[in-house]
Structure formats: structure tokens, C-alpha cells
């Protein structure tokens, strides 16, 4: 039993190049979150997906897409990296939306450049 | 959805010293986590306590809810090293997702 999975770990884009990051869980939750961290900040929201065949934005859209391709996986795509997307991205997952445990991958380290 | 606040930003002991942590909210809520994350990782959860409970045990943890106060308070007994990390809270309301603030750095020093 894995949990919550991403992939990669790190990664370094140039300015203006796209990379989907990948999260996987294995618990049969059904709602599933992007989260960014910068330093010495909390985690923002970026995307979240209530129910498979469900996506709604959070705090911080612009510049994502998401993508909730089954129950298991929800990916987020950076279309054209700006540097202001350099942040540790964490992806997370629950049995239900509201007001559930949630339960954390360990994150990807990305810096555009 | 509603985002706890975390008092101190920043908390320095000494190994076996304890360590306080406070959390404060502002509407009501159904219950409150509390969750760790160490350097680098993904958040943890630690311990959940409900709002008709005044006081939860997990281990060297004590966690407080005192609901008039709209606050809560984490409690490390007899700190270790181990214990560095960054501790979230997050308070729950009905029909609403968890947020998460900008939680407190404990630095625990051998």
C-alpha cells in the first residue's frame, strides 16, 4: 500500500516550457488536491477534484490545468512555466472533500529557470 | 472553508523541554486536525479532535479545544530532536474542505 505517490521528485524547466506532474493514490479515495508550498508559506490550493469526473479551482489557478484521468490519478499541467511557478507541489487525497483527513505524496521540487 | 491561524510562527526548545503550539479560528467548527510536516516532505496527520471533546491524548501529544475561545493548542511533551518540524492546524466546518494556514516551525535543539 503506497498511499499517495508523484512523480517526478525534481525537475527543471526553462522559462516557457510545459510538464504535466503526476499523482497517484492507492486508498480508493475519492477526492483528490494540488497544493503549492513556497518557502516559508503555507500550502495553497491550487486545483482540487471532488469526485472522479469533477475538477474545481482553488486559490491559485492560472498557469494549471488538471486533469482527473481516473478514481486513482489527477495530474497537473503546467502549460508554459514562468518562474513564478517554481515551488515544491504536493498532491494530496481524501475519502471525501469536505472536511476529511487528508493524505499527502512527497511532493516535487520544481524550479523554472 | 475556513483557515486556522497558527501562534508562534516560530517555536526554538531544547531537547525534553515541552513544546506548546496554538491554533486560533474564527466560526464554528465540527472538529480540528492537527497535522506535522518535516523538512521537505508531505503534511502528516496527526490527531483529529472532535467539538464536544475538551482534551485528546495521542502518545507524547495533548491536543486542547476550547471552543468559546474559538482556539486550540498542541501540546509535545518531552521533546526530541525528531520532533522538528512545521505543525499545521485545520479547523473543520460542515460542507467545506480543510485549508491549511502557515503553520508553526519548531526547532528542537540536542
Known amino acids: 500500500n503506497a498511499g499517495v505517490t508523484q512523480t517526478p521528485k525534481f525537475q527543471v524547466l526553462k522559462t516557457g516550457q510545459s510538464m504535466t506532474l503526476q499523482c497517484a493514490q492507492d486508498m480508493n479515495h475519492n477526492s483528490m488536491y494540488w497544493y503549492r508550498q513556497d518557502p516559508g508559506m503555507g500550502l495553497r490550493l491550487i486545483y482540487y477534484s471532488a469526485s472522479e469526473g469533477t475538477t474545481d479551482k482553488g486559490e491559485v489557478p492560472n498557469g494549471y490545468n488538471v486533469s482527473r484521468l481516473n478514481k486513482r490519478e489527477f495530474s497537473l499541467r503546467l502549460e508554459s512555466a514562468a518562474p513564478s511557478q517554481t515551488s515544491v507541489y504536493f498532491c494530496a487525497s481524501s475519502p471525501l472533500v469536505q472536511a476529511d483527513t487528508q493524505y499527502f505524496g512527497p511532493g516535487t521540487r520544481l524550479t523554472v529557470l | 472553508s475556513q483557515q486556522g491561524e497558527e501562534d508562534p510562527q516560530a517555536l526554538s526548545i531544547q531537547e525534553g523541554e515541552n513544546a506548546t503550539m496554538n491554533c486560533s479560528y474564527k466560526t464554528s467548527i465540527n472538529n480540528l486536525q492537527w497535522y506535522r510536516q518535516n523538512s521537505g516532505r508531505g503534511l502528516v496527520h496527526l490527531i483529529l479532535i472532535r467539538s464536544n471533546e475538551r482534551e485528546k491524548h495521542s502518545g507524547r501529544l495533548r491536543v486542547t479545544l476550547d471552543t468559546s475561545k474559538k482556539s486550540s493548542s498542541l501540546l509535545i511533551t518531552a521533546s526530541r530532536a525528531a520532533d522538528t518540524a512545521s505543525y499545521f492546524c485545520?479547523?473543520?466546518?460542515?460542507?467545506?474542505?480543510?485549508?491549511f494556514g502557515e503553520g508553526t516551525q519548531l526547532t528542537v535543539n540536542p
Open positions: 485545520a479547523p473543520e466546518t460542515s460542507g467545506s474542505r480543510l485549508t
